[in-house]
């Protein structure tokens, strides 16, 4: 008896440490991977604002998606603004349309949003949108939409409803509930000139996916994936978060997940000197900066 139970105790110290062991390789590999994420940011916005995560004050992130190699540069194809406030458990998901014509913080110019990021990166990004809605963004996060593909694949793929059967790169999408693999997402969220809503069509598929990533990579089956999905991440994200806010963002702020509302900004096309841009009337402009403004308690 006295043998077994030394084997007995043997086996379940072996076990623990195992356990231990692989928690904190776990550990260390999402400090790492957070901080090759990581990229401060030099602002000089007025919106400016330390967020109090422990408090559970509501906060902001700017999702740029960005038509090039690196994360880093190119034109920002996509531009989301995600508030969340933990507090209603709730999160609001808003597109800008990549052509909508405003200034350029910095600059001094009018031009279309999403060039803001390739002339002064995630900062002009930043304080374009803020100027443009009149909130402030707290925070950004950027993503390689070629490497896209690697995070919905490590999450084992992604499910969306698709509003109307449709045929891009090679792909038949079917109308209803489909199920997406990585190369199969980003020609989903690429097409555009076969919608009959163009662009604000493609903004919804665009905010379907990043909500289907969300959900997908809080469940628990993902853990089994930590791997896949931390190598994905510091391969095609980069944000100013660090891994102690994202630590914190995760144990204050994950109940706001269940409750997502989206909707889009509209506008009026037209051309200006040859080149297209959509025009946002102020008083739409007025309606979502207000909509925000409520969710993020701002005035």
């Known amino acids: 008896m006295k043998k077994l139970l030394i084997i ?16 904190l390789y776990l550990y260390l590999s999402i400090s790492n991977t957070a901080d090759s994420m990581h990229e401060p940011l030099i602002r000089e916005s007025n919106n400016l604002r330390d967020v109090d995560f422990s408090s559970q004050e509501p906060l902001s992130f700017l999702i740029l998606g960005i038509d090039a190699e690196e994360s880093t540069r190119g034109r920002s194809d ?14 609001k998901m808003v597109s800008i349309p990549r052509d909508t014509r405003t200034e350029m ?35 950004y996060v950027s993503i390689n ?5 690697d995070i919905v694949d490590a999450v084992d793929g992604v499910t969306v409803d698709n509003a109307f059967a449709f045929e ?12 997406l693999d990585g190369d199969e997402a980003l020609a989903y969220v690429r097409m555009r000139k076969n ?23 809080a469940q628990i089956s993902s853990v089994t994936k930590a791997g896949s ?20 963002l995760q144990s204050n702020y994950r109940q706001a997940r269940h409750d997502l509302e989206e909707f889009e900004i509209s ?26 403004k409520d969710h993020l308690n701002v005035d």
Do not use: C
Not at 84 to 89: A, D, G, I, W
Not at 231 to 241: I, M, S
Not at 267 to 292: D, K
């Open 8 to 23: 007995l105790f043997s086996l379940a110290g072996a076990v623990i440490l195992a356990i231990g062991g692989y928690a």
């Open 267 to 292: 506008g009026n096309g037209t051309r200006i000197n040859g080149v297209y841009y959509l025009e946002v009337p102020e008083e739409e402009r007025q309606r979502v900066s207000g909509e925000l």
């Open 195 to 217: 919608d009959p809503d163009g662009d604000f069509g493609r903004n919804t598929r665009q905010r379907q996916l990043v909500d289907a990533v969300i959900h997908e990579g």
């Open 145 to 149: 939409m070629d490497g896209f593909k």
């Open 78 to 91: 996509t531009m989301i603004v995600l508030t969340v406030n933990p507090e209603e458990e709730s999160m």
């Open 229 to 248: 999905i931390l190598d994905a991440l510091g391969n095609n994200v980069r944000t100013n978060l660090t891994f102690e806010e994202m630590r914190d």
């Open 105 to 139: 913080v910095g600059r001094g110019n009018e031009d279309k949003i999403n060039h803001a990021f390739a002339f002064g990166g995630p900062e002009m990004a930043m304080d374009t949108v803020e100027n443009f809605l009149d909130i402030p963004i707290d925070y």
């Open 168 to 179: 891009q790169s090679g792909y038949d999408f079917s109308e209803g509930e489909i199920e």
